[in-house]
C-alpha cells in the first residue's frame, strides 16, 4: 500500500502517526493510498524549516526566484498525462476534466514565473524638497495553504507558487481526500528547483488546520473550501493576528434571457451545471429563466439527459462523487426537494455505471419550481443537481439573485449588449460571465468571489495575491544637498 508522504525541509518522509486515512478510488472504493494525519511534532518540524529557510530565501534574487517557475511551467507541461491520470483516479473527474484542473493551475505557475513585473513598489520623488519616499513590497515569512478535494491541482497551484515566487515559505495542507496529485506537483516543484524548507508539506484533517491558524510562527493563512470551515479558518487565524484570506462555498445563478442563442446557451448551462458532477465552486446550480426563456425546460432536460455519466478514466462527461457520505448528502438533499414540493423533472439517484457498480455515482438531476425558501436552494448542494426559477423580467431576475447570499460566480446570457451591461452594473456577486458559464479570470486578473462566499480582501492569485503575500513598507528619504541648515524642526512637517 501507497503511504502518502509528507515533505519536512526538503526530505520526502513517511509519517511517524499511528492514524492513517484511507484515499479511495470514486469509481469503485478501493483504497489506492492512505495519508497521514501529521503529528503535532512534524508539523512544528515543517515550519521551523520554513522558518529557517525564509531567512536567505527572502533575499535570493527575484529573478532567481521567478527561474524557478520557468523551470516548473515545463516540468508541469512535461507531466500533464501523469498528473491528470493521478488525479482521475483519487477524486473521479474526467481525464479532460482533469487535465483542464492542472491547466488552470499552470496558468498561475506561468504568472508566478513573471513574478519581478509584479513585485514593483512605487515611487515618488521630492514628496518635500530634496526628499523622495518609496515603497517596497517584502514577503511575510512562513505562509500557509489549506486546500479542498475538489480541485486538487489548480488550488495547490493557486497558492504556493505565488506565496514562494514573492520571497515567503510554505507550508502546504492538501486535502485528505486527494492528496496524491499535490504531491506529484510538489515533487515536480522540488525538481524545478525549489529550495529545501522553501516548501513543506503537511497533511490531515481539522488537527493539522487547526494547528496551521495556531502556530506563532506562520504569517498568513490561505483557505479554499466549505463555508463552515472556512469561517473557523478566518475566525481562528485572525484571533492569532495572522493575515487570512478564505475562499467558500457557493450558489451559483444563470439568468436566461430569451433572446439568447439557445443551442449555445443550453450547452453551456449542461456543461456548467453538471460538469465535474457538480463539485465546482462556480457550477451553474441554479437557473432563472426569465420570460419566454421559461418555455426551454423540457430542452435543458434533453441535454441533462444525454450526458454519459461513468468511471473519470473513461473519460465520458462526467464521473462520480467524491465518496459514499457526499453521494448520501446530495441524495438526501434530493430527497428534501421533493417532501418540499419542487417538481423532480430528472432524478439521478439510484444510477449504476456497468463495471462500477459500487461507485458513488449521481446522474444529472432537476427540480422545476424551486422557491427560495426550499433546503436545495439554501444550501450548497455540491453534485450534479440544477434548480430552475423564473422571472417575469431581468429586473426580477436581478433580484432574485441579489437576495441570495453568495458571491461566487454568476452568467447571464443574452444577445443583448444593454442587458448584460445592466446585470453586470447591479449584480451582487464578484465574478460575472456574460454568455460564459464559469468566469475564474486567469491570473492576470484576480479570483474574485464576494459576500458569503469570501473572508478576506484580497483574492488568492494574481495581482491580489502579491499584495496578500507581502508587506508594504515605505521608506522615506533625504539627500542633504548643500550645508544649509534650518535649524531644529519641531512640527510634523518634513
Ligand atoms: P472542506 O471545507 O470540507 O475542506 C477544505 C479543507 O479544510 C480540507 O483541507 C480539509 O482537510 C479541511 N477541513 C475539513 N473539515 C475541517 C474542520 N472541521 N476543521 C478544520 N479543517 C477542516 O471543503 P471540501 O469539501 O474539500 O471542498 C468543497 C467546498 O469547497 C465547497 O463548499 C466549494 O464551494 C468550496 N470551494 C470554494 C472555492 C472558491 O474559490 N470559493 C473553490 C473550490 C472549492
Redesign the pocket.
Known amino acids: 500500500m501507497h503511504h502518502v508522504q509528507q515533505l519536512i525541509n526538503g526530505q520526502f518522509v513517511k509519517s511517524n502517526t499511528d492514524e492513517w486515512i484511507d484515499i479511495t478510488d470514486p469509481a469503485t472504493q478501493e483504497v489506492i493510498a492512505k495519508v497521514p494525519q501529521t503529528t503535532d511534532d512534524e508539523i512544528n518540524q515543517a515550519v521551523a524549516a520554513a522558518q529557517t529557510a525564509f531567512q536567505t530565501w527572502r533575499k535570493t534574487p527575484i529573478t532567481t526566484r521567478a527561474r524557478i517557475f520557468l523551470k516548473y511551467q515545463a516540468l508541469i507541461r512535461d507531466h500533464m498525462d501523469e498528473l491528470a491520470e493521478i488525479l482521475t483516479a483519487e477524486q473521479g473527474k474526467t481525464i479532460a476534466d482533469a487535465r483542464g484542473d492542472v491547466f488552470r493551475g499552470l496558468e498561475v505557475v506561468e504568472h508566478a514565473a513573471g513574478i519581478a513585473n509584479l513585485q514593483i513598489g512605487d515611487f515618488v520623488e521630492n514628496v518635500a524638497s530634496g526628499v523622495d519616499t518609496y515603497s517596497i513590497w517584502q514577503p511575510l515569512g512562513v505562509c500557509a495553504g489549506?486546500?479542498?478535494?475538489?480541485?486538487p491541482a489548480m488550488?495547490p497551484l493557486w497558492m504556493f507558487p505565488m506565496a514562494i515566487a514573492t520571497g515567503n515559505t510554505f507550508i502546504l495542507?492538501?486535502?485528505?481526500?486527494d492528496p496524491m496529485v499535490t504531491m506529484r506537483l510538489v515533487e515536480l516543484a522540488i525538481e524545478a528547483g525549489v529550495p529545501e524548507g522553501v516548501l513543506n508539506v503537511v497533511h490531515?484533517?481539522?488537527a493539522?488546520?487547526?494547528a496551521i491558524c495556531d502556530h506563532p510562527d506562520i504569517k498568513a493563512v490561505s483557505?479554499?473550501?466549505?463555508?463552515?470551515?472556512?469561517k473557523?479558518?478566518y475566525e481562528r487565524a485572525s484571533r492569532s493576528g495572522k493575515r487570512a484570506q478564505c475562499?467558500?462555498?457557493?450558489k451559483n445563478h444563470a439568468v436566461i434571457l430569451p433572446d439568447a442563442n439557445k443551442e449555445q446557451t443550453l450547452n453551456q448551462l449542461a456543461g456548467a451545471a453538471f460538469g465535474a458532477a457538480g463539485?465546482?465552486?462556480?457550477a451553474l446550480s441554479v437557473v432563472v429563466l426569465v420570460g419566454a426563456a421559461g418555455e426551454w425546460i423540457d430542452d435543458i432536460k434533453a441535454k441533462a439527459t444525454g450526458l454519459i455519466v461513468s468511471a473519470g478514466k473513461n473519460d465520458k462527461d462526467l464521473g462520480p462523487l467524491?465518496s459514499p457520505a457526499?453521494k448520501a448528502r446530495v441524495e438526501h438533499l434530493i430527497g428534501t426537494g421533493v417532501e418540499e414540493g419542487a417538481s423532480l423533472i430528472l432524478d439521478g439517484r439510484g444510477i449504476t455505471v456497468a463495471g462500477y457498480e459500487k461507485g458513488n455515482f449521481v446522474g444529472p438531476t432537476i427540480f422545476d419550481n424551486v422557491t427560495s425558501d426550499m433546503q436545495i436552494y439554501q444550501q450548497?448542494i455540491?453534485g450534479p443537481v440544477l434548480c430552475i426559477m423564473r422571472a417575469g423580467s431581468l429586473d426580477e431576475a436581478i433580484e432574485i439573485l441579489n437576495a441570495n447570499p453568495h458571491g461566487?460566480g454568476t452568467a447571464i446570457f443574452t444577445q443583448s449588449g444593454a442587458a448584460a451591461h445592466k446585470f453586470q452594473q447591479d449584480i451582487l456577486v464578484g465574478q460575472i460571465g456574460i454568455n460564459l458559464p464559469i468566469p475564474v479570470p486567469l491570473p492576470m486578473f484576480s479570483?474574485s468571489?464576494s459576500r458569503a462566499?469570501?473572508l478576506g480582501d484580497l483574492g488568492?492569485y494574481g495581482k491580489q495575491a502579491v499584495q496578500f503575500y507581502t508587506q508594504t513598507k515605505t521608506v522615506t528619504a533625504r539627500w542633504f544637498d548643500d550645508e544649509a541648515s534650518r535649524g531644529v524642526n519641531t512640527t510634523i512637517s518634513i
Not at 489549506?146 to 480541485?151: D, E, G, K
Open positions: 489549506i486546500t479542498p478535494f475538489n480541485f488550488i495542507k492538501p486535502s485528505e481526500q490531515g484533517g481539522k493539522t488546520v487547526d483557505f479554499v473550501g466549505s463555508t463552515a470551515v472556512g473557523h479558518v475562499m467558500m462555498g457557493a463539485q465546482r465552486c462556480m467524491i457526499a450548497e455540491f461566487n479570483f468571489g462566499s469570501k488568492p
